[in-house]
């Protein structure tokens, strides 16, 4: 039984570690590799095993991203356990950009360029690092990879099968170092495949080794060459290293008016990047960059194009995926501008509820963001009947929803924080697609009226009445945050219908 204030505080913090590490959809296990700590650590801190320290708030603060809430609580915790004449004996404070124990490099910045030249493409890809480890660095890893025909992955296999990319054409070179003290780095390689490369770039030449010790900083740089006929028209980073700054850079000639945009692909989903692309002319040469800071560990940021003039190579990374009867595939068209597909995990986790007031500029920035993909949905496809996203369906653990109605001029319907309080009993089965499943259409029965309560962004709770197709597109984008997909409603003898056959009879509302 908790007697003590000081207990009494360190229950609250525990309790808030938990409830914000459910809301954000973690277990013990992944927020404790989030934030650097032995799988074990989160555990033995929730069950009072361990005291938390002020390291410990810092970074589950930082990971969980409470609002303030879980440091708050910590600093009640800590306010309470030390005395005034303890408190020069308190953990040091932690620096804001910390890093996690047996930290070994740091990629402190990359800058990744590609240019297009003379029907070949130049990759020059440059990292100042940091060696934050205990030991001397005498290696750093470099993998190459080629896809043709990213969207057709046997049709790529067998072309570069039978056209394998190779080492004497790629002309591999590196070196370590800045100003008057760059020196070339010796390569080894570790595996050599037909569209793939991995090699060992050495800090020794023939002049002696030059290893990276604990402290030091050195800047690599490597590029190589490859051809047209051996690279689709995408750039990806892989971020493989702890990184504090990536930055991506694409040089192509303004005669190939080109278009460029880019997706960010992580464990959850597969989201457009959260900020702009941005060009700029320098002569006859057009030239795209995008950065990020603290990008995620194990995430990759792709960028794609298509050339629009004359005289410009052909864009094979465009082809459409086929449905196997020579018709595209639209749930790749979906892909393509940021929709998670079904599959990800996020679309079959419970998004999480906005605290609001306090939340309403994420709130805000949410419905932006679906706003924005709605309008990029209207350019690929026409939604007669009309529409609706949920944030999970764009890469965001947010229990926000807009739904579109068909009625163009209407406006649309902003769900935030919502749940079904009511429901009538005369049903209907209907064809339904969805936007993460979108090759497909199933019958699924719904209420024909449902009332549903949803937030304002004053936190003002609402209650709305939707009918027919506007109650099934609303209880649609629901299910979605609540981690349920219109098959799971299907009856169990019920078949899903391929939409390029245009089987399933339309909506008869």
């Not at 992944?30 to 801190?45: C, E, I, T, W």
């Not at 689709?232 to 460029?260: I, K, M, Y």
């Not at 940021?338 to 990800?344: C, F, T, Y």
């Not at 079904?420 to 089965?429: A, K, L, P, T, Y």
Request: contains cysteine; neutral net charge; proline residues 6%.
């Amino acid at each position: 039984m908790t007697t003590s204030p000081v207990e009494r505080a360190a229950d609250q913090f525990v309790t808030a570690l938990a409830h914000w590490r459910v809301e954000r959809g973690m277990s013990k296990k992944q927020l404790a590799a989030r934030m650097g700590f032995d799988p074990s650590y989160v555990s033995h801190v929730e069950g009072r095993r361990h005291k938390p320290t002020e390291d410990f708030a810092r970074r589950a603060e930082a990971v969980l991203g409470a609002g303030g809430v879980i440091w708050q609580r910590f600093q009640e915790y800590d306010e309470l356990r030390h005395t005034r004449s303890t408190a020069l004996h308190r953990d040091p404070p932690v620096p804001v950009q910390w890093l996690p124990p047996g930290t070994g490099l740091i990629v402190e910045r990359e800058v990744a360029e590609l240019t297009y030249a003379d029907g070949a493409y130049l990759c020059r890809v440059r990292r100042a690092l940091y060696n934050a480890g205990s030991e001397p660095v005498t290696r750093y890893l470099v993998k190459i990879a080629v896809d043709r025909y990213p969207n057709d992955p046997t049709g790529s296999n067998r072309h570069h099968r039978d056209n394998p990319l190779t080492f004497a054409e790629m002309n591999l070179s590196a070196c370590a170092g800045e100003g008057d003290a760059v020196e070339p780095m010796q390569w080894r390689i570790k595996l050599d495949r037909d569209a793939s490369k991995e090699v060992w770039l050495m800090f020794a030449n023939d002049g002696g080794q030059f290893a990276l010790y604990p402290g030091e900083r050195t800047t690599i740089q490597y590029e190589y060459t490859i051809s047209v006929e051996k690279w689709g028209q995408w750039f990806q980073r892989a971020v493989r290293l702890p990184t504090r700054r990536l930055t991506v850079r694409l040089d192509f000639p303004t005669s190939f008016d080109p278009q460029v945009w880019g997706v960010e692909t992580s464990l959850a989903a597969e989201v457009p990047v959260r900020t702009p692309m941005e060009r700029h002319d320098d002569g006859d040469r057009a030239v795209f960059e995008w950065s990020t800071d603290a990008p995620q560990l194990n995430a990759r940021y792709r960028l794609e194009w298509r050339f629009r003039g004359a005289g410009a190579p052909s864009c094979p990374a465009l082809a459409p995926e086929s449905n196997g009867n020579g018709q595209p595939r639209a749930s790749g068209q979906m892909r393509g501008i940021g929709i998670v597909q079904r599959g990800s995990e996020l679309l079959r986790q419970r998004a999480r509820h906005f605290q609001l007031p306090r939340e309403s500029a994420a709130a805000h920035e949410a419905v932006s963001a679906l706003h924005a993909a709605l309008g990029r949905l209207e350019q690929v496809h026409d939604f007669t009947k009309g529409v609706g996203l949920s944030a999970p369906q764009i890469g965001r653990s947010a229990a926000v929803a807009v739904v579109r109605p068909a009625d163009r001029n209407a406006e649309p319907v902003v769900l935030i924080n919502p749940r079904v309080v009511g429901e009538s009993s005369d049903r209907d089965e209907q064809y339904e697609g969805c936007l993460s499943f979108f090759d497909y259409r199933g019958l699924v029965r719904r209420p024909l009226r449902i009332d549903v309560e949803h937030a304002r962004y004053d936190g003002a709770r609402v209650i709305s009445r939707f009918e027919r197709a506007m109650a099934r597109l609303v209880a649609h984008e629901i299910d979605h945050l609540e981690g349920r997909l219109y098959v799971d409603r299907m009856n169990a003898e019920s078949n899903l219908v391929p939409d390029y056959t245009q089987s399933g009879r339309p909506w008869s509302y």
